[in-house]
Nanobody
Framework: QVQLVESGGGLVQTGGSLRLSCAAS????????MAWFRQAPGKERELVAT????????YYANSVKGRFTISRDHANDTVYLQMNYLKPEDTAVYYC?????????????????WGQGTQVTVSS
């Protein structure tokens, strides 16, 4: 069974940091673009950050630019999201996703594989 498994979510105070991980299971995502999305209660899912297959070009939503960093470890088929200076408005379920297109992918519909999500809660 093909899976993307997220981990690293939790409760943190404003200004704190968390590091999310997304590991592939059941297949490799070699050649895929990877991304992190989030969905807050009552809001639509939004793209947070994406990274291409190689050489690791990235894209960030304006709301997280300068605070979040997406990276990937090809050897371990894992994607990370380092989140610093967290704010209450970052509270959401965070999802990892994979797209078969190797370049930067901004279109949500082009992501074929999704993780189950991990909750991030930032207290004020």
């Amino acid at each position: 069974q093909v899976q993307l498994v997220e981990s690293g979510g939790g409760l943190v105070q404003t200004g704190g940091s968390l590091r999310l991980s997304c590991a592939a299971s059941g297949r490799t995502f070699s050649g895929y673009a990877m991304a992190w999305f989030r969905q807050a209660p009552g809001k639509e899912r939004e793209l947070v950050a994406t990274i291409n297959w190689s050489p690791g070009s990235t894209y960030y939503a304006n709301s997280v630019k300068g605070r979040f960093t997406i990276s990937r470890d090809h050897a371990n088929d894992t994607v990370y999201l380092q989140m610093n200076y967290l704010k209450p408005e970052d509270t959401a379920v965070y999802y990892c996703a994979a797209s078969p297109f190797a370049n930067i992918v901004l279109d949500t519909t082009l992501y074929d594989f999704w993780g189950q999500g991990t909750q991030v809660t930032v207290s004020s």
